[in-house]
């Protein structure tokens, strides 16, 4: 499925760009909680809770490809033309485990306003879901 998706996409990951670690602590700031939880993901619980609650959207065009997220700009998925105003806002941060884990644990409060609506509140279940993501292989360009 991720497939179909590949001839949409421009050679995303060559856009990769560094971020001042000052630019993750401004996010991290305003969001009370602890950005990063001590847990260790599991991939295989990961990849189920990915198949039932994330694939439906993020293996189609409604939703940008996860495919080598860690790492990349956010909203910078070049053939996903759906990103709201709220993410193109946070482009200046990468993906990392980090802001993944912000981002999961409450898209409105990382972007308000964001189309991404689906939350994850069990730390665990996001320990393992980013763990999953992370064994996705970058989109071919
Ligand atoms: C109902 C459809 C839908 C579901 C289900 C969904 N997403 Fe999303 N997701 C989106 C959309 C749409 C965006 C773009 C949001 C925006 O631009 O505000 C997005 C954006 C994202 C991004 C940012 C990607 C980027 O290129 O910056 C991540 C990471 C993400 N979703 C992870 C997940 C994970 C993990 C799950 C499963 C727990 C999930 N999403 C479930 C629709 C969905």
């Not at 001042?20 to 619980?45: C, F, H, K, N, Y």
């Not at 996903?80 to 993410?87: D, I, R, T």
């Not at 189309?115 to 292989?137: C, G």
């Amino acid at each position: 499925m991720e497939r179909e998706m590949a001839g949409l996409r421009g050679c995303i990951m060559a856009a990769v760009i560094a971020i001042a670690p000052a630019s993750i602590a401004q996010v991290a700031q305003p969001l009370a909680a602890p950005p990063v939880e001590a847990l260790t993901g599991d991939p295989d619980a990961g990849a189920e809770f990915y198949a039932t609650e994330c694939k439906g959207c993020h293996a189609v065009s409604i939703a940008p490809t996860l495919r080598g997220v860690i790492g990349r700009p956010v909203a910078s998925v070049a053939g996903f033309s759906g990103y709201s105003e709220a993410l193109k806002a946070k482009a200046a941060l990468a993906w990392t485990p980090e802001t993944l884990d912000i981002f999961l644990k409450g898209p409105m409060d990382f972007a308000p306003g964001t189309l991404m609506t689906k939350a994850i509140e069990d730390a665990q279940v996001r320990a393992d879901v980013i763990a999953y993501i992370a064994t996705l292989p970058p989109p071919r360009s």
